[in-house]
């Protein structure tokens, strides 16, 4: 599904990832953990196609292609899908109108039709119901005054309507409170299927009682320090990241 | 989106009910002005005494003018003796086959959804079928006629109802407003002419939304429409395909009035030519247009979308006069590459319990300047008035510019004036959620500018919305890199 072969990333002249090695197959959960600055969401925004990262070596293959000659919109519609640590507020446009666009988009882009409005509310309702999102939030403009466990919940939403192939979860967990998380890992969970695969980016092992991890990354200042099962969570949380400087000097 | 290209589709593709067509000579003046030059143009309208009168009026008014220079605007020098005021409208077609034209030009008209034979007259390509049907003209006006509304040009108000023009005409606009609207009634060509009478309620949308004929409405046009007592009507005006006009400086003066419990809506999208990347060429508008609430609790409503022009200078306003009377703005100017707009409203309140609504949303891209420029001035004897006042601005990028001038003159106690105004910025962050779900970045600044207007879009009669929302999102493409 997803390979990436010694990628270093630079932002405004500073290295932030200094050579990442990551093997995904169909259908895994890879849990990347790691303390704050060590690169985690950087990570998601450079496989994203997000643009103000400059690639200074390494190949990222999604699907056999190579994904960083892909612009951002075509690898969403190729399957990959963010699920953002800041869902930005877009005023003044419905989210119900931003998520249908959204939904045809990549039918087109399959060479789909685009759905009918009968269609498109039937899904609407069906996974909104998924992750309990309050049904007039899609009446309002995206992200726009919602609380932080909205905005969360409605980027699993999104993410339902868009069935990835591979889903980035950036921090899905910070601003959530312990009945939220339980609901958007339900969520996550639910859309669990032999050809998706997820990436959860966390900064604490708590969601990955829930969301459980075939695969767990350290990242620390830039590099996977360490790999292991879902233990390897248990472990980092009684240690602490202190426990890594020691570790991976 | 898929539900708007197949409004715009049957939009595009009907026929232009509404519209007419103007008699036009087909000879032309020498260029320059002076009072010999307006005598002839009376002359070769056959115009009664008083026209004649009102325009050289009008012509000495302005001799004494300068050119006004307080709008935030860079104007070259316009040498008025190098202008043909008076010309034969009718274009020769330029081209053989829509293969001759800008490839550009034609995208865009392919993007409008533009029907092909409409496409080859806006480029001026010679077409064999007059498209304009005859017996629709007839038919529209009969509908009117029974109803005793007067839809005409200019030219045929003046010949078929003299005392109405005479009457109604400089009223809201007196020749001496301003540099160009005296310059206007000096040598205007021809225009709309519109009277609803008492108590009629007009059936249909009035429109000089035409865009064939269009090319023939000339770069002093003047409208003027007149709603008596208890009566209503909405009139659009404009075209949202790219207007391109060998005349680079037009100066229209539009005049409202508006009698007891009358209603007037008016609305405008206008797109003339801009002038290219490099801001070269391009149209310089400069336009006078007022309504006046004459009566008591009557409305006047306008409504624009500006995309177009190299200069735009537009300050839609309404006098509200009658006690109760009720003004409104409401208005969306987008300025790209090295366009400049001042465009605002005024509105002054003399009548008592007057009430005036000003939405200005401009959206600034590329190398523009955009300025919202309003005068709020509620007079001493407009007791308990009211303003509410929001202007908001956008940027694309940062080498754009965005000003608001807020005038606000209160001359009593118990009015209450509001002003409410924000900036914002189309963020990159924004962009890419909108990538990230598939949407490229042209439809994501569409999408967003399109809600940022969308309280001013809302206002515009259907068909118009939906033109304009795609018009909105084609002036701005290429401003996000």
Request: hydrophobic residues 35%; aromatic residues 8%; proline residues 4%.
């Amino acid at each position: 599904m997803l390979t990436i072969k010694n990628l270093r990333v630079a932002i405004e002249g500073k290295e932030i990832l200094k050579g990442i090695n990551l093997e995904i197959k169909a259908g895994e959960v890879h849990a990347i953990m790691g303390p704050n600055g060590s690169g985690k969401s950087t990570l998601g925004n450079v496989l994203a196609g997000k643009e103000e990262y400059e690639i200074l070596e390494g190949e990222i293959l999604y699907e056999g292609e190579d994904l960083l000659e892909l612009s951002a919109e075509d690898r969403a519609r190729k399957g990959l899908f963010l699920g953002f640590q800041y869902p930005v507020e877009i005023p003044g446009v419905p989210m119900v109108n931003f998520i249908k666009t959204s939904v045809n988009e990549h039918r087109k882009f399959k060479g789909l039709e685009p759905l009918t409005a009968g269609e498109f509310l039937k899904l609407m309702r069906e996974k909104k119901e998924l992750v309990h999102l309050d049904s007039q939030l899609t009446n309002r403009s995206v992200n726009e005054g919602f609380s932080g466990g909205e905005k969360k919940k409605n980027e699993i939403f999104q993410m339902a309507m868009l069935e990835p192939k591979l889903a980035i979860l950036d921090e899905t967990d910070s601003g959530l409170d312990i009945d939220a998380l339980r609901i958007v890992s339900d969520g996550v969970n639910a859309l669990k299927h032999p050809e998706r695969s997820t990436i959860v980016i966390t900064h604490y092992q708590r969601l990955l009682e829930y969301i459980v991890p075939d695969h767990v990354h350290v990242l620390y200042q830039g590099k996977i320090v360490k790999s292991a099962g879902k233990e390897l969570a248990l472990e980092l949380e009684e240690k602490g990241y202190d426990w890594l400087k020691t570790h991976s000097l | 989106m898929e539900e708007q290209d197949k409004i715009l589709h049957e939009v595009t593709s009907q026929e232009y009910k509404f519209g007419f067509v103007s008699d036009f000579e087909s000879e032309s003046i020498p260029k320059g002005l002076n009072e010999d030059v307006i005598r002839l143009i009376s002359a070769k309208k056959n115009e009664p005494e008083f026209m004649l009168q009102f325009r050289l009026d009008a012509y000495r008014k302005w001799l004494k003018m300068p050119m006004p220079d307080w709008a935030y605007l860079k104007i070259p020098p316009i040498d008025f003796q190098e202008i043909i005021y008076y010309s034969a409208p009718k274009k020769k077609p330029q081209y053989e086959s829509l293969d001759e034209v800008d490839p550009d030009l034609i995208e865009t008209f392919n993007k409008l959804g533009i029907p092909l034979e409409e496409q080859k007259v806006l480029a001026g390509v010679a077409v064999d079928a007059v498209i304009d049907s005859v017996s629709v003209k007839t038919t529209f006006k009969e509908t009117l006629a029974e109803k005793g509304v007067i839809f005409c040009s200019f030219s045929e108000a003046v010949k078929e109802h003299p005392d109405l023009v005479k009457k109604y005409l400089g009223m809201s606009v007196p020749t001496s407003d301003n540099f160009f609207a005296a310059l206007n009634s000096a040598v205007f060509s021809d225009g709309s002419f519109c009277y609803i009478p008492k108590g009629v309620r007009c059936p249909m949308e009035l429109s000089t939304y035409f865009r064939i004929n269009a090319a023939g409405t000339g770069q002093f046009e003047r409208t003027l429409i007149v709603a008596e007592d208890e009566s209503y009507v909405s009139y659009l005006e404009g075209c949202t395909a790219p207007m391109r006009d060998e005349n680079q400086l037009h100066a229209a003066v539009v005049e409202i009035i508006a009698m007891d419990r009358a209603e007037v809506k008016y609305s405008t999208v206008q797109n003339w030519y801009p002038g290219n990347k490099e801001g070269k060429g391009g149209v310089y508008n400069f336009v006078t247009k007022r309504g006046i609430c004459r009566g008591e609790s009557s409305k006047i409503s306008w409504t624009q979308v500006e995309t177009g022009s190299a200069i735009t200078w537009k300050y839609p306003s309404v006098i509200m006069m009658g006690d109760n009377s009720v003004g409104e703005f409401n208005s969306v100017a987008v300025t790209n590459n090295h366009q400049q707009a001042d465009t605002g409203t005024k509105m002054i309140h003399i009548g008592k319990n007057t009430k005036s609504t000003i939405v200005s949303k401009g959206i600034s891209a590329g190398l523009s300047d955009n300025s919202y420029r309003g005068l709020v001035k509620v007079l001493p004897g407009a007791v308990n008035a009211r303003n509410f006042s929001q202007c908001d601005s956008l940027l694309l990028g940062s080498t754009c510019g965005a000003h608001t001038f807020p005038y606000i003159e209160v001359g009593n106690k118990s009015s209450i004036v509001e002003h409410e105004a924000t900036t914002s910025k189309i963020g990159e962050d924004q962009i890419f959620y909108c990538n990230q779900r598939g949407i490229s970045t042209e439809d994501a600044i569409g999408m967003i500018v399109n809600g940022y207007a969308k309280e001013v879009l809302n206002k515009l009669p259907m068909e118009f919305a939906v033109e304009a929302q795609k018009l909105l999102a084609i002036s701005l493409e290429g401003s996000v890199g």
